[in-house]
């Protein structure tokens, strides 16, 4: 079976500082995708990133990098320099590709940044 | 606009209604996908479409039911509602090849 955990309910930082979001998944299938999305307040789901169980590189987008380690099956994801617009619930999300492409959804890590 | 049109936006309801939400997938992808986002049970795969077909489900409730139609589509039907039913309901599509799915801005629905 497939499962997401991400441990951390809820975070709260001071603006400026960084912020790792932990998330660690289960899956016996050696052909799989990550992701991580944003929900801001007001409820969309953003995509942030996708990842496939073949590259570990790490990746950075600006303020934003992930971590992929197969070995310790996960994928965090850090924010440097956090500022007040971050402030959302952030999913980490698995797929597997055999069959169909659903995600499974960890429950998510409140990030509140204060200003 | 992330080109998945979700609606309606909102809607609240009484207990023991129906209610259709509908989405329309982004151009030229086959799959959709629901969600269901509730405040006890998180982000939860509902069903999936392919083409108008059926192609998995997850854990949706007997009350409630999904179709895809030849234009691609698809409504979710929410029957006999119940307080618990209060939930952000997302659809999703993918293309052909499955991966990187394309999420609606979610129908927000209020059971009262």
């Given amino acids: 079976a497939q499962k997401v955990t991400q441990a951390q309910t809820e975070i709260s930082v001071v603006e400026k500082e960084d912020v790792t979001l932990d998330c660690v998944y289960e899956t016996r299938d ?3 995708y990550l992701f991580w999305y944003k929900q801001p307040p007001s409820g969309e789901l953003v995509f942030l990133i996708r990842r496939n169980s073949f590259d570990e590189q790490n990746e950075i987008s600006g303020r934003y990098s992930w971590n992929f380690q197969k070995s310790t099956s996960s994928f965090n994801f850090t924010i440097t320099a956090s500022q007040v617009v971050d402030s959302a619930v952030y999913f980490c999300a698995l797929s597997i590709t055999s069959g169909t492409y659903k995600y499974i959804f960890g429950t998510g890590t409140r990030l509140k940044v204060l200003a | 606009d992330s ?11 009484a207990t023991g209604q129906r209610v259709t939400l509908r989405c329309s997938p982004r151009s030229g992808d086959l799959s959709v996908y629901w969600y269901q986002q509730s405040l ?9 479409y392919y083409n108008g077909e059926e192609r998995a489900k997850g854990n949706i409730l007997e009350r409630f039911s999904a179709q895809q139609f030849p234009d691609l589509h698809s409504e979710l039907n929410l029957s006999s509602l119940e307080l618990g039913d209060s939930a952000l309901y997302f659809c999703a599509s993918s293309p052909p090849h499955g991966y990187g799915y ?5 129908t927000r629905l209020t059971v009262v």
């Fill in chain 2, 40 to 48: 006890d049970q998180g982000l939860q795969f509902l069903i999936q």
């Fill in chain 1, 30 to 32: 050696t052909t799989y």
């Fill in chain 2, 3 to 13: 080109g998945v049109t979700q609606t309606p936006k909102h809607l609240i309801t």
């Fill in chain 2, 102 to 106: 394309t999420f609606g801005s979610g």
